[in-house]
């Protein structure tokens, strides 16, 4: 893994992400607020139906429900953009050699970069309505547990999708059932007592309680539950790392 | 030193389409039947540090499948490979390029690729698009380029990176006349820095006046390696 880190592979990894997200930007005329428009879109909607039933027990609901959505989209897309990374440098895989990996990573950064800017504009939303305390300085590490757990899942689907087309529809079914799955406009105690374990293994619900939690609910999160779901997602990490590793020498004749 | 012992390449044809979990088990049901192509077979071969290595022979005979291999972009199915030296691999020029970035844009982004930092492109910058003739044109997105300009930039950005080992796959001829000269002019650079040079062409002009060895490769097998102007006249012969 140091090999990895070392300043040729930090510098194709910077220019790769940034040229994509000045290519993705490029010729918008509303430029961030496009970031801001599908939660805010997303938050009208739920908060419409959901304000006065799921919601009405729910401590500031409209936060509540945004601070669930900018999380899950990033999940979402930055997933469904690092599984198909191969796919979009083609090109470049098949004709050059470089550590494949950085492909992944520069997919998810790219997402990350716009995530980062949707949470700057929702934390100054947060400051001039609500106000935030000190629990704030849990916020990075909330924001390396997002980072970690998509680049996680993007490195093990990217190499998957190569030898399985059926991954990225298998994915999107995933995506659509997490939806509902994971406590983005309900709170998490709707799920059935039965059925508690969703939430237990669900990694995204725990990150988008620790948020609310410092956010919304201006407390301090659990150190004991927030250093043992740091380490199982590094654990996960370094597996998929390793799995990729071995799988991704044939991406070349594959795609 | 690149050397390769015994080193063969199976291409399973039925992985050149991704196929479908269904797929799959309906290929095992049918008794796992799989189709191999072997483009390279059993092929041992050194280049020593400083060899300047022309490879030839007819489409298909595996001298893509050979410098991709050397490249480090495929592992080979059996036999060993040993290489001790830094390659740059050009089998495609301007690999990474797009067309909604500028020439000075891209040409960073391509050194990237290439293994450069931002400050050592910085340095040279100037040089590659003087070596490009673009001077006008940096900060103009490639989209509005002609194919012969955006060669150019790539060439230019690619053998200013300062490679150690080149391993070239007929990228060259896409320019036209002045283009040519370019290339010369590179090679020849190349050639009195010491540096080794691995080249697929068809152009024999071009391979006798910079490269000394020549390697034919027919089926995926080496059938000769050796002097420049006894192998191509062996080719020569065998192809009429």
Known sequence: ?255 | MIELENVSKKFNINYARRLSVLQNIVNLLDGGKKRYILALKNINLKINKGENVAIIGPNGSGKSTLLRIISGILVPTFGNIRIDTNITSFLQLGIGFHQNLTAKENVYLYGAILGKTRSYISKRFEEIIDFAELRDFVNVKLKDFSSGMQSRLAFSTAIYTDPETLVLDEVLVVGDLEFRNKCFEAFKKFKNQGKTMIFVSHDFDLIRKFFTRTIYLKNGMIVADGDTDKIIKLYEKDSK
Not at chain 1, 38 to 57: A, C, E, Q, R, T
Not at chain 1, 64 to 72: D, E, M
Not at chain 1, 87 to 93: G, S
Not at chain 1, 176 to 205: C, D, H, R
């Open chain 1, 1 to 255: 893994m140091d090999e990895l880190l070392n300043k040729k592979n930090l510098n194709l990894l910077k220019e790769l992400t940034l040229s994509n997200f000045k290519l993705r930007n490029e010729g918008s005329v509303l430029g961030i607020f496009w970031y801001l428009l599908n939660p805010l879109l997303m938050l009208i909607v739920l908060y419409f139906i959901f304000s006065k039933n799921i919601g009405s027990s729910i401590q500031n609901y409209a936060f509540y429900v945004l601070i669930g959505v900018i999380q899950w989209n990033f999940f979402s897309s930055s997933t469904s953009d690092g599984m198909l990374s191969f796919e979009r440098y083609k090109e470049l895989v098949k004709k050059v050699n470089f550590p494949r990996e950085l492909l992944v990573i520069s997919s998810v950064f790219n997402i990350f970069l716009s995530h980062l800017i949707e949470w700057g504009l929702l934390l100054i939303l947060l400051i001039f309505i609500s106000g935030i305390t000190y629990n704030l300085i849990f916020l990075p590490i909330i924001l390396l547990l997002e980072l970690i757990l998509s680049l996680t899942l993007s490195l093990i689907l990217s190499v998957a999708i190569s030898y399985y087309r059926d991954i990225e529809g298998i994915w999107k079914n995933v995506l659509f059932v997490g939806w509902f799955l994971t406590p983005i406009f309900y709170a998490k105690e709707i799920i059935p007592n039965k059925f508690s374990f969703i939430n237990i293994i669900n990694p995204l619900t725990h990150i988008i309680t620790f948020a609310r939690t410092i956010l919304i609910n201006n407390k301090q999160i659990d150190l004991l539950i927030l250093s043992f779901i740091f380490l199982c997602l590094i654990i996960l990490f370094i597996l998929s790392y390793i799995i990729f590793k071995k799988l991704v020498i044939n991406v070349a004749e594959r795609i």
